[in-house]
């Protein structure tokens, strides 16, 4: 079986830099996804680690260790419109490329 | 950007009666599923379907459950004798065959079961 663990609310202040932690325990271990959602909308795909290290794409960065089964989400340059729940999700190498997904972080960005 | 369409938007239905949720899928896309999230809870993993059937099915997809592909373009979820607890977020998704890493997702049917 699978488990994610992320914490369940995140504040930061606009402009800032937060990180959205995410540990995992699965039996095989494939990679590591990041989600976003707006208010119950459609989750849209932000990033993926299949090595250590770190992703960046634009404001977002995604990092992994895999001897640690710990990733996590980076923010950069926190704008109003990053409030939303972000999920990671992770692919477990059983056979399956269906991501088993967390519960998600309510990231609120205050002015 | 292409987009997956999933409609109705919100369907209400009385418990016991049979539904049918529909998604359009991106055109050139391979991989189609099904995934629900209770109000306030994780996006659980409904069904997967490659090649017109099913690939893989979670414990939830049991026999009430049934998918469907009846033509090039739409990938239905139909739920027979619906229950109070199916009320939820369903969302469908698809990727192509080189977007095993990210999904496309619609922007869900909200169910409430009554």
């Known amino acids: 079986g699978q488990s994610l663990e992320q914490p369940s609310e995140v504040t930061a202040v606009e402009g800032a830099i937060v990180q959205i932690n995410c540990t995992y325990q699965?039996?095989?271990?494939?990679?590591l996804s990041w989600y976003q959602q707006h208010d119950g909308g459609a989750p849209t795909f932000l990033s993926y680690n299949a090595l250590d290290g770190l992703e960046e794409t634009g404001r977002f960065s995604s990092f992994l260790s895999r001897s640690d089964s710990y990733g996590y989400l980076l923010l950069q340059e926190l704008q109003m419109k990053d409030s939303a729940s972000y999920f990671c999700?992770?692919?477990?190498?059983?056979?399956?490329?269906?991501?088993?997904f967390g519960r998600g972080t309510s990231l609120i960005v205050h002015p | 950007e292409p987009e997956v369409t999933q409609t109705p938007s919100h369907q209400v239905t009385q418990m016991g009666q049979e539904v049918i949720l529909r998604c359009v899928p991106i055109s050139n896309h391979l991989y189609f599923y099904w995934y629900r999230q209770i109000l306030g809870q994780k996006v659980e993993f409904l069904v997967s379907f490659y090649n017109n059937e099913i690939s893989e099915k979670s414990e939830i997809f049991d026999d009430q459950f049934s998918v469907e592909r009846p033509d090039g373009s739409n990938f239905t979820l139909k739920i027979r004798s619906t229950k109070l607890e199916d009320s939820a977020m369903y969302f469908c998704?698809?990727?192509?065959?080189?977007?095993?890493?990210?999904?496309?997702f619609g922007s869900g049917t909200r169910l409430t079961v009554v």
């Open positions: 699965t039996s095989g271990f494939y990679g």
């Open positions: 998704a698809s990727h192509g065959q080189s977007d095993i890493y990210g999904y496309t």
């Open positions: 999700a992770v692919r477990d190498q059983g056979g399956s490329y269906i991501p088993t």
